[in-house]
């Protein structure tokens, strides 16, 4: 079946533009979160959406920063006022999530590069 | 916060020499899981470990949890190039139940 989407694959733009990355996650997959992966660096957790829960947004590093996830399945993550140490590979991954676990299944990510 | 850690960080071996990377947690676990990033690719779900002290085996690699469900190891016997990439160990963990990721192991072999 189909698995997680992210577009665009690569995005370039200029330092002070905004910026919105999208994921569609597999469906019927309940947990989505995003990351960003800087190159040669490990996974760094922004936010998770799970359900009908309030976001947990403890990893969005400033509050150019955001996401919103509509109807419980696409998420965009929107950078305003990019800057260029936002260039980086964002990671999207969803997750059946039952009680005691929480396989994630991760996009191909969007590569951003801020000029 | 809960801490995942990794080591080594990185890790160079000669093809056909085995690999050990090892998971270290702050707290006890419910469970772990392993997951495999090649070079530019993304990370891929190899497996998840729930039981103390419970080895599982995929081919060459051989996963294993801690009697404390505190650490957990993945070891891969006699290296193939197909082996590069990053290791990662995750967690549920956090106010949220999340997951979490630990800090990566990143194989190179050389052939």
């Known amino acids: 079946g189909a698995g997680v989407s992210q577009s665009p694959s690569n995005k370039v733009t200029e330092k002070g533009k905004d910026v919105e990355l999208r994921c569609d996650p597999i469906s019927g997959h309940t947990a989505l979160y995003w990351y960003r992966q800087s190159l040669g660096q490990g996974l760094e957790f922004l936010i998770y959406?799970?359900?009908?829960?309030?976001?947990?947004k403890s990893g969005l590093p400033s509050d150019r920063f955001s996401a919103e996830r509509t109807g419980g399945s696409v998420s965009t993550l929107t950078i305003q006022r990019t800057q260029q140490e936002d260039s980086a590979v964002y990671l999207c991954?969803?997750?059946?999530?039952?009680?005691?676990?929480?396989?994630?299944?991760f996009g191909p990510g969007t590569r951003l590069t801020v000029l | 916060g809960q801490q995942v850690m990794q080591i080594p960080q990185y890790q160079h071996v000669q093809e056909g020499e085995d690999f050990t990377t090892y998971c270290n947690s702050s707290?006890?676990?419910?469970?772990i899981q392993w997951y495999k990033q090649r070079p530019g690719g993304h990370p891929v779900f190899l497996i998840q470990l729930v039981k103390s002290g419970e080895v599982k085996k995929q081919k060459r690699l051989t996963f294993q949890f801690g009697e404390a469900k505190k650490n957990s190891s993945l070891h891969i016997t006699a290296t193939q190039t197909t082996d590069v990439g990053t290791y990662f160990c995750?967690?549920?963990?956090?106010?949220?139940?999340?997951?979490?990721f630990g800090t990566g192991t990143l194989l190179a072999v050389q052939p």
């Open positions: 959406f799970q359900g009908n829960s309030a976001p947990d």
């Open positions: 995750a967690c549920l963990g956090g106010a949220t139940n999340k997951l979490i």
């Open positions: 991954a969803s997750s059946p999530r039952n009680r005691d676990t929480d396989t994630q299944y």
């Open positions: 707290t006890t676990l419910s469970n």
